[in-house]
């Protein structure tokens, strides 16, 4: 895909959509890159007032998969809600700010390059001591002191893609990883015991592990509430439910309260590559408003409701199996007829939909991480991947039975 892109390529309403979603797709930024002339000149315009350098840390939580076989969903979130505090409440207090929405099991945080990376890897290491003592789950946690692109209240930028992909696929639980941009800032006479972690230096250096050193001093936690996307309601009833997990008629009435059966379609689209990343970036963009573009035309024939678009992912959630298959189908062959390859997955279940507090949607729930790994864990582009659930609410034979083990969990699956 390395034809630009045509404005006439998208519904005349979609770049009229108002949008100030924390996360959400920086339209009014795409169409002005659509009705460039996408070079690398011009992205490095339209970018340079989004660009900041500092810290950005993520984290991604260890063992998640197992656990959803375990407990339910309310019981988890407030699992992971406990070690999201600590991240915060110690990030904040040394300056840091969150960036994006924290629904799911990640965390990300920014820090200005004012920060001393001894307090930094101070910090971290605290983080991960309250959270071994206080939490029921793991995190692994990456560092990466470079420059981004702060859009919407995302940071943006192949830096901080990589050391989110860091977090989320190359540390275990427990773990704290930095950057050779952090390393190399260290003092010679550091108290910090880091070893190389990669032979191979990644696009961003080596990569280095931190595994023991002096936690913060004459630091106080500060407001464990990090920004929540969960309205005020919920959040004091997960709160709440976080003190007494043990409860479990108050875990019933809870799931009564807000979960709600839904079927979940998740659809990827493909990534594109390019010499210049900033180029590949506005590309991408372009390629998920045409995603969004494509699901709000076909909602439009059915009654489902889109989650989100953001990055490659489109999540979408309907109360009929039939019509979501139906959804699903009509989206991977309007996608392939404008030459964009991407996967699906389709589970079903209980889920918690909410709204955020500042605009938008989002979701948490069993399904959306079934339909996850079943698409881009194991999934090819350009196939449609059904749950063991779906297949009690259609057709499937026309699909191929799989069955493959995925974070340690086995899994049977549905091709076509």
Known sequence: MTNKTDINQYSPALFDITQDIIGSLPLRLIKQWVESEQ???VALQLLESYKVKGYSVSSDSAGL???????????ILAILNQPKEVVYSFGSAIGGKGVGIWA???TQMFY????????LLSALLTIQREISKRCQIKIGMGAHLGEFYDINGGLYGLEADIIEEIAENKTEGGEIVISESIYELLPSDHNFTIVKKTEVPTKIGHIFRVT???SLSDVQPGDMKYPIPYSETFYADLVDYENRLTDTEFGKQLADKYLVNKVVVLIERETTEAEAHDVAMFTNLSVSARLKDVGLRLLEQSKG???KVVGPLGIYVFDEAITALSFAQAF???LAAQGVASRIGMDAGPVLVFDLSFGGKDIAGNPVNIASKMAQ???????????STMKELVDVSQFIEMTYTVSGVEITIYEG
């Open 212 to 214: 023991d050193g002096p």
């Open 377 to 387: 864990d194991k999934g090819q582009f350009g196939k449609l991947y059904l749950s």
């Open 104 to 106: 799911a099991d990640n």
């Open 39 to 41: 070079t690398q000149e």
């Open 65 to 75: 998969t197992k656990l959803t076989k375990q407990k339910g969903l309310l019981e």
């Open 305 to 307: 409701i889109e989650i």
């Open 332 to 334: 991977r062959q309007e």
């Open 112 to 119: 200005l390059e004012s920060v001393r990376p001894e307090t």
